[in-house]
C-alpha cells in the first residue's frame, strides 16, 4: 500500500466517520490560535498535515496562508473550500522541499504519523525562518490516563506513541521551547467535542500542544 492509498478517503471515512467537522470545531482551531499568536501575530504560515483546510480558513485573516498534506483526497477537499490566494499542495512532514521559508509553521496531530521524527522535525527546522514559530499538537501515552489513551487509539498509522518527554526532548534538540500545554479533549456519543487547553494539567492530559522558536543562526 502507498503512502497516499494509506491516507485516502477511506482512512477519513474510517478514523472520522461523517464526524470530521463536528470532531474539528472552530472552537479548537481558535483556541490554538490564541496560543500560536502570544508569539507570533502576522507573517507566512505553513500548516503541515492541513487535511480539509479548516485551520487555514480560521487563520487567513492574520496570515499569508500555505498548506500541505500527505493525502490527495485532503488536498482536493482543501482546495474546493478554501480561497484561491491560499496555496495547498500534497506533501510529507519529513520530505517537503521548497526554497520558502515561513514565519510560522504548524503541525497538529502529525507527528506520531511520521516514519522518522527525526527527519521530519529536521525538515521542519529547514522551512522555518530564523526566529520562526513552531506549533505542534501530539497524543501523549503517560500519566495516570496513559493507558486509556493507548487502548482507546485504534488509528495503526500512529507509528510514535510515546510520553510527554519525548516529544519535548526531540523538540528541544532544534528549537527553543517557549511553552507547552495539556489538551482534554474526546468526542462524546457523536455530538459534541471536547477540547480544553490546560497548563495546570498539562501533566496529566492526554495530548499536548508545544510551541518553539527557531534559533538565530550564528
Not at 496570515?63 to 482546495?79: K, L, P, Q, V
Not at 507547552?180 to 456519543?189: L, T
Not at 492530559?205 to 538565530?216: D, E
Request: charged share 25%; with cysteine.
Amino acid at each position: 500500500m502507498t503512502v497516499n492509498e494509506k491516507f485516502s478517503k477511506t482512512y477519513f471515512d474510517t478514523a472520522y466517520g461523517p464526524y470530521y467537522e463536528l470532531r474539528n470545531p472552530r472552537y479548537k482551531w481558535r483556541a490554538f490560535l490564541r496560543e500560536i499568536q502570544k508569539y507570533i501575530t502576522k507573517g507566512s504560515l505553513l500548516d503541515i498535515g492541513c487535511a480539509y483546510g479548516l485551520f487555514l480558513k480560521e487563520t487567513a485573516e492574520y496570515f499569508e496562508c500555505a498548506g500541505t498534506d500527505i493525502s490527495e483526497h485532503a488536498i482536493a477537499n482543501a482546495r474546493s473550500v478554501l480561497p484561491g490566494n491560499i496555496e495547498v499542495f500534497v506533501g510529507a512532514a519529513g520530505s517537503l522541499a521548497t526554497d520558502k521559508q515561513y514565519d510560522l509553521v504548524t503541525c497538529f496531530d502529525i507527528l506520531e504519523h511520521t516514519k522518522d521524527i527525526g527527519e521530519a522535525l529536521d525538515n521542519i527546522y529547514s522551512l522555518l525562518k530564523d526566529n520562526g514559530i513552531l506549533a505542534i499538537t501530539v497524543p501523549v501515552y503517560d500519566g495516570p490516563l496513559g493507558w486509556l489513551v493507548d487502548r482507546l487509539d485504534k488509528d495503526e498509522t500512529h507509528t510514535y506513541r510515546r510520553p510527554r518527554g519525548f516529544w519535548l526532548a526531540e523538540v528541544s534538540k532544534r528549537f527553543e521551547i517557549l511553552d507547552h500545554i495539556g489538551i482534554w479533549r474526546y468526542f462524546f456519543f457523536h455530538r459534541y467535542y471536547l477540547n480544553v487547553m490546560s497548563r495546570s494539567t498539562r501533566r496529566i492530559t492526554p495530548a499536548m500542544m508545544i510551541l518553539a522558536r527557531k534559533p538565530v543562526r550564528k
